[in-house]
């Protein structure tokens, strides 16, 4: 959490993706979730074969956004 922290005040954005595991916790989608809200970031939940989609589909919206 500090790291993310100091992420944050250096203007990086953190993005989440939760794969479906046998091994996952409750506690670890939580952990996600409050990552997520305490840098501004965001939490995907995704399948490994839409992963792809998921990264270029950011990437585009966050290129977009500081361009325009």
Do not use: K
Not at 46 to 60: G, N, S
């Amino acid at each position: 959490m500090r790291e993310a922290q100091l992420c944050q005040r250096e203007g990086i954005t953190i993005n989440l993706f939760l794969l479906p595991s046998w091994s996952q916790s409750e506690e670890d989608v939580r952990f996600g979730y409050r990552l997520a809200e305490s840098t501004q970031g965001r939490v995907f939940f995704t399948a490994r074969h839409d992963l792809d989609r998921f990264v270029v589909w950011d990437y585009l919206q966050r290129r977009c956004d500081i361009v325009s």
